[in-house]
């Protein structure tokens, strides 16, 4: 089911934004002239043959001893292979950060979960969509913790 359709049925206000072709989320943030505090990234990862959603800020980087500690083993970045399967109705590395629409535990940076607004990827790297954090916890339930390295960083 496309992010869009699934916002939409669960009545979540949202705004789309379209802009031209980006691949960071730290580029998409800026395309849109929106702050990395609020720009949702996606991190997927694999431990021992189960994988795991990740989100953070666009700027952060994750701190991969703090999610082997999370998840109870050491977790390896899924490959580009693992992502088009997993994720076939999005673009290579455009994830929405709705890991239980894809079967995955979804994990929170709680840097993140602080933000009264998210912006994420809708699939695409010419889309991104914007809504409460509410809403997006109300729907996804994701599990907040802390997953950047440091402190985060709030750009």
Same mark, same amino acid.
Do not use: N
């Given at each position: 089911?496309?992010? @869009?359709?699934?916002l939409?049925?669960e009545?979540v206000?949202?705004e789309v934004?379209? *802009?031209? %072709?980006?691949?960071?989320? =730290?580029?998409?943030a800026? #395309?849109?002239? %929106? !702050?990395?505090?609020?720009?949702?990234?996606?991190?997927?990862? #694999?431990?021992?043959?189960? /994988?795991?959603?990740?989100? %953070?800020?666009a700027?952060?980087?994750v &701190?991969? &001893?703090?999610?082997?500690? =999370?998840?109870?083993?050491?977790?390896?970045m899924?490959?580009?292979g693992? =992502?088009?399967? @997993? +994720?076939?109705?999005?673009?290579?590395?455009?994830? !929405? !950060? +709705?890991?239980?629409? /894809?079967?995955?535990?979804? +994990?929170?940076?709680? *840097?993140?979960? $602080? $933000?009264p607004?998210?912006a994420f990827?809708?699939?695409?790297?010419?889309?991104?969509?914007?809504?409460?954090?509410d &809403?997006?916890a109300r729907?996804?339930? !994701?599990?907040?913790? $802390?997953?950047a @390295?440091g402190?985060?960083? %709030?750009?």
């Open positions: 089911m496309k992010i @869009l359709d699934y939409s049925a009545r206000d949202f934004r379209h *802009h031209p %072709l980006r691949y960071t989320a =730290l580029e998409e800026a #395309a849109e002239h %929106l !702050p990395g505090r609020m720009f949702a990234k996606t991190v997927i990862v #694999a431990v021992d043959g189960e /994988y795991a959603m990740l989100v %953070l800020l700027a952060c980087r &701190d991969l &001893d703090k999610v082997a500690r =999370l998840l109870g083993g050491e977790p390896r899924a490959s580009e693992e =992502l088009a399967e @997993l +994720f076939s109705d999005c673009e290579l590395g455009a994830e !929405p !950060p +709705f890991g239980s629409r /894809y079967g995955l535990r979804t +994990f929170v940076d709680e *840097h993140l979960a $602080q $933000q607004t998210i990827r809708a699939g695409s790297h010419r889309e991104v969509i914007i809504v409460r954090w &809403d997006y729907l996804e339930w !994701p599990r907040v913790t $802390q997953l @390295l402190e985060g960083v %709030l750009v």
